[in-house]
């Protein structure tokens, strides 16, 4: 939806391949076919996919640039790159402290992000219920890459010491019931009364949807930037589009 | 390059493996590593042609290394790659007649295609897609990276070698 929109603005068009699994899979087409006929079709391809590393695969069989706007539970690059233009927005990104907040097991941005900060000298905080915290093989991969981690049980230990709070959704789903769903997201819910002890350049991202993660009274707070972020979506993407096919 | 085993080799190995007339010898294999060798080589069950294994003989440089004697075999070179990945410091012997007349080390490679399979099962490479699997060697032993969904194998690489 969002490159559509990206596209229609820089005034091209887009077709769109809605349901790979429904079209080519179920016919027993591989995405390397379905690749190489839609590349002649457009100028640029992109592709969401279930499989991690498809991606990739798009580039080898495509005869045009492919951007992969997310495969599987790997990377979502395209989320990342507006993420860092918002945090550009505000200050520079070199040497900051960031807290990752939420699901951080099962939330790709969450993961994307952080490999792309360690390019940036951050320090990285995170606070997650037990058992979603970053997989311990990103850990290894990013401590390798010199960033420094520091886990944090509450969100008032962390809430002076960063610049930027990136929130991410904690999935019912990932709970045995609704009580004990609640108790963990009451707890990692972002409240005016916690930003109280904050640093005043602190801001708010959240890659929207919400549910419960943050207070809808944070909205009007300085600190919330995670609307204009998701408004960044689309000239960060029209970028993307327009770096590719020039 | 020598012709005939030293009275060193013979007190260290003469009486656990014979001497074949033509065929493959694979010495300085980490010890144990032995039938990991044979794995990647194809023989895992009945074969026609003589074939000895010595595990576990002491060696002075590895503690511990273990030989594989083929006859009327060479190996191919997607084979040795595969053996370095186990076994760097492996040699690989080529006797023609009694003689060893070409003898030369592994060589770990830098990209490994078509001989692991990925451990990650929400991998592309383990579709049915017209593509072999990749990896990228990493420096200092720290394993295989997949070079389509950035999986890392570290350790037990032989459960992964197809
Ligand atoms: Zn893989």
Known sequence: ?246 | MRSSPTPEDVAKEGLLISRIKNGTVIDHINGGEALNVMKILGITGSTTESLSIATNVPSRNMGKKDIVKLSNRELSKTEVDRIALISPKATINIVRNFKVCEKKGVEIPILIEGSVRCPNPGCISNTNEPIKSRFAVLPEGKGLRCLYCESVIKKDLTSHII
Do not use: W
């Open chain 1, 1 to 246: 939806m969002s490159f559509e929109s990206a596209m229609a603005r820089l005034g091209g068009t887009s077709l769109s391949v809605s349901s790979v699994e429904a079209c080519s899979i179920a016919k027993g087409e591989t995405l390397a076919d379905t690749i190489r006929v839609v590349s002649g079709y457009a100028d640029a391809i992109v592709i969401r996919h279930p499989k991690e590393g498809a991606a990739r695969l798009a580039a080898e069989f495509a005869h045009v640039p492919v951007i992969n706007a997310g495969d599987g539970a790997g990377q979502h690059p395209s989320q990342t790159l507006l993420d860092l233009y918002t945090i550009r927005q505000s200050m520079d990104i070199d040497g900051i402290d960031v807290a990752l907040v939420g699901d951080l097991r099962y939330g790709r941005t969450a993961h994307s992000l952080a490999s792309a900060l360690s390019l940036y000298g951050v320090r990285l905080h995170t606070v997650s219920p037990k058992g979603l915290d970053l997989p311990s093989s990103l850990v290894n991969d990013l401590t390798e890459k010199g960033m420094e981690i520091i886990e944090h049980d509450d969100l008032t230990d962390v809430i002076g010491q960063v610049d930027v709070l990136y929130v991410t959704r904690i999935q019912r789903e990932r709970f045995p019931d609704s009580t004990s769903y609640y108790n963990v997201a009451s707890s990692y819910r972002i409240t005016p009364e916690l930003l109280v002890g904050a640093r005043r350049h602190l801001i708010v991202l959240h890659p929207l949807p919400r549910v419960d993660e943050i207070d809808p009274r944070v909205d009007a707070s300085p600190h919330a930037r995670y609307f204009e972020q998701s408004r960044n979506g689309i000239p960060v993407r029209m970028a993307m589009l327009l770096k590719v096919m020039q």
